[in-house]
């Protein structure tokens, strides 16, 4: 059946490192993919989405690179900050409602 | 605007009782759906909505029932609590399919 992997399940950097989250569809036909970022008591949160049209998408620290040949997208995350520890998720969708989510990965950034 | 309002944040059942988990958005949102997160699992779809009147299964809907009478309301019923549904339940809402899906806090559900 349809599957997200998503690497790592933690993940440690210092204060102004980059940090990078690696997520695999299994799917071909899906052709939306965003990123959740949950904190601690509270629901997820899209911080940016990617579609199949698009290789790269940006928005100030964060962006996306997806590589449909692969079935790998990827989330990139430049000067962390210690706001930016929480659990993130990646998710694939085929154009409908039904998001499948990877298993997450928990972010520390270290002061 | 408060966006997707889960109620009761907490929950304690012992093993058969049932319960309804509460979900309302004010967003005027056609799609709705409830996830549950367990450790190292992620979200897993439960059920969800495409409108009034329209509900369908998830991945694992098994020990759950919806209903949707309002575009507003999504209730989730558990028909006999068991031990492993013990999860946090979030609801999510969503403007049109694949798109952003707003979530609510999520209930976190004890069966003992």
């Known amino acids: 059946g349809e599957n997200v992997e998503q690497h790592p399940s933690t993940l440690s950097v210092q204060e102004g490192d980059s940090a990078v989250i690696k997520c695999t569809y299994s799917?071909?036909?899906?052709?939306?993919f965003p990123w959740y970022k949950q904190e601690l008591g509270k629901g997820p949160q899209l911080i940016i989405d990617?579609?199949?049209?698009?290789g790269e998408k940006k928005d100030q620290r964060i962006a996306v690179t997806l590589n449909k040949t692969a079935k790998h997208f990827s989330l990139h995350i430049t000067e962390t900050q210690p706001e930016d520890s929480a659990v993130y998720f990646c998710?694939?969708?085929?154009?409908?409602?039904?998001?499948?989510f990877g298993t997450g990965t928990r972010l520390k950034v270290l002061a | 605007n408060a966006g997707v309002t889960q109620t009761p944040k907490f929950q304690v059942l012992k093993t058969g009782q049932s319960m309804t988990l509460q979900c309302a958005q004010d967003?005027?949102?056609?799609?709705m759906s409830w996830y549950r997160q367990d450790p190292g699992m992620g979200l897993r779809l439960i059920h969800y909505?495409?409108?009034?009147?329209?509900?369908d299964q998830g991945e694992v809907p098994n020990g759950y029932n919806v209903s949707r009478s309002t575009t507003e309301d999504f209730p989730l019923r558990l028909l006999s609590a068991a031990p492993s549904q013990t999860s946090v339940y979030f609801c999510?809402?969503?403007?049109?399919?694949?798109?952003?899906?707003?979530f609510g806090q999520g209930t976190r559900l004890t069966v003992v």
């Open positions: 999510a809402s969503s403007y049109s399919q694949a798109g952003e899906a707003f």
């Open positions: 799917d071909s036909a899906s052709n939306y």
């Open positions: 990617i579609r199949s049209n698009v």
């Open positions: 998710a694939a969708s085929k154009g409908t409602y039904k998001y499948i």
């Open positions: 967003m005027n949102h056609e799609y």
């Open positions: 909505s495409v409108g009034a009147g329209i509900t």
